[in-house]
Nanobody, 127 residues
Framework: QVQLVETGGGLVQAGASLNLSCEAS????????IGWFRQGLGKDHEFVSAITSSGWRTYVDDSVKGRFAISRDNFKMTAYLQMHSLKPEDTAVYYC????????????????????WGQGTQVTVSS
């Protein structure tokens, strides 16, 4: 089991950067794939980015490609989402999630792939 806590959200102007962190508790963080999702007001959860347990493979949604980057430090039991050139449409609650789905390369973008979720951190981008 793993517990996740997201930090780093805030209110910024368009074009700014933010770095989100997803800190995990529990000794098995390095065995979990990590995904970042977001949910805008009145919208469904949207896949943002994901990283395999080893960190060797990453996935990024087209909507944030070239602006967002995912990484992880298994020694610190923390995953990160670096966000640059933020746009008002990036405004949402951002969640990190952990899972061990064996078909991750196919299912990384699906919510059901992940078993554990954090509480989320609000990101607001003003125009």
């Amino acid at each position: 089991q793993v517990q996740l806590v997201e930090t780093g959200g805030g209110l910024v102007q368009a074009g700014a950067s933010l770095n989100l962190s997803c800190e995990a508790s529990g000794p098995t963080f390095s065995t979990f794939n990590i995904g970042w999702f977001r949910q805008g007001l009145g919208k469904d959860h949207e896949f943002v980015s994901a990283i395999t347990s080893s960190g060797w493979r990453t996935y990024v949604d087209d909507s944030v490609k070239g602006r967002f980057a995912i990484s992880r430090d298994n020694f610190k039991m923390t995953a990160y989402l670096q966000m640059h050139s933020l746009k008002p449409e990036d405004t949402a609650v951002y969640y990190c999630a952990a899972g061990r789905n064996p078909n991750y390369s196919v299912n990384y973008h699906k919510r059901v792939t992940y078993d554990y979720w954090g509480q989320g951190t609000q990101v607001t981008v003003s125009s």
